[in-house]
């Protein structure tokens, strides 16, 4: 399943698309429960019959430990890509979801930025700004030491999310900010002026800024999956309803020829994790981690066989194949 023409139209556009029914509902449930435990150690129904029973609730938000800056670990588990879970970390396998990111970026030749469970809990949640007009930015600095670019496509990259459960309005749904992803390099000069841009990315009030068009609530179904541009101004809402969360399954991906300037860890630091999932995943969700592609001249007998040794568990096959071919 591929992006229709109309879709990656819009997407390139708007900075953003919302994409129905690339996760099977059934894979995306067995993971929002593994991203409970994570989070809450049970599920997010007994967490909340334990905050009610107690009248407190416990902060869920992970500590960084890593050497590598990355989105941390719970009491319970790792949030960070990979979690060790493989109805967590496997949703990365999905093709049509590859493809559909393919597309977004232009080029087959894709690269691994960074990737965690993101979730806000409604009751302890304050990630977010005090009013509607503040909290606006763009998330590039976190994979690029960059600034914006006229040339979008050449050097944004692209932020995506599997939604692990519906996120009505009430569920403190994502603001984007639709076509800033092309206005932003244009206006920067005069937000910087004016004082109205802080830090690598934040916007003091969107209300000074008559270009941009009314922010959008990024609301959709489970198994929905949101691809936007790192150059896309976005906030945070507060949750309606704090009885609910928000569980986001997040990557970020970058065209190759951008890497070297567009990424957060090499997870090879993070052999622990690293070398389990790397094992069991297939060849394409490799290279996005930098491992050459099946066919490249590194693969030889001799590596071939170091790799055996290296990685037991792992399918060389389609190495050897195109080695062979
Ligand atoms: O939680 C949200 O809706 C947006 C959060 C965000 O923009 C961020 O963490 O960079
Ligand atoms: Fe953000």
Redesign the pocket.
């Known amino acids: 399943m591929a992006l229709t023409q109309a879709q990656l139209d819009k997407f390139h556009e708007d900075g953003f698309l919302i994409v129905e029914d690339v996760f099977d509902k059934k894979d995306v449930e067995a993971a929002r429960i593994e991203m409970e435990k994570i989070f809450y150690g049970t599920s997010f129904e007994d967490y909340l019959a334990k905050s009610d029973a107690t009248g407190k609730a416990e902060s869920t938000d992970p500590t960084s430990t890593a050497a590598v800056p990355h989105y941390g670990e719970t009491k319970h588990g790792r949030a960070q890509f990979p979690t060790g879970i493989d109805a967590l970390d496997r949703l990365i396998e999905n093709e049509d979801y590859l493809d559909m990111y393919e597309q977004c970026l232009g080029t087959p030749d894709m690269s691994y930025c960074n990737g965690h469970l993101f979730l806000?809990s409604g009751p302890t949640d304050k990630?977010h700004a005090e009013h509607p007009w503040q909290g606006y930015?763009i998330?590039h600095a976190t994979n690029c030491f960059l600034p914006p670019s006229q040339e979008v496509d050449l050097y944004n990259y692209v932020n995506s999310c599997v939604y692990l459960h519906d996120v009505e309005d009430d569920g403190?749904p994502?603001q984007i900010i639709p076509r800033t992803h092309r206005q932003i390099i244009d206006l920067l000069p005069r937000l910087i002026e004016e004082g109205n841009w802080t830090g690598m990315g934040g916007i003091n009030d969107i209300r000074e800024i008559p270009e941009f068009c009314a922010p959008v609530a990024t609301t959709a179904k489970a198994g929905s999956v949101r691809f936007n541009s790192s150059y896309g101004v976005?906030?945070?809402?507060p949750f309606k309803n704090k009885r609910r969360q928000r569980g986001y399954w997040t990557l970020s991906l970058c065209r190759g020829d951008s890497s070297q300037f567009t990424k957060l860890s090499n997870l090879w630091r993070e052999r622990d994790f690293s070398i389990p999932f790397w094992q069991k995943t297939t060849p394409r969700v490799r290279a996005l981690f930098g491992w050459p592609k099946p066919g490249h001249s590194y693969y030889t007998p001799e590596t071939v066989e170091s790799l055996a040794h290296w990685y037991p568990e792992m399918d060389l096959e389609p190495y050897q194949k195109a080695m062979e071919a």
Request: aromatic share 0%.
């Open positions: 806000r990630r930015h998330d403190a994502m976005h906030a945070a809402i």
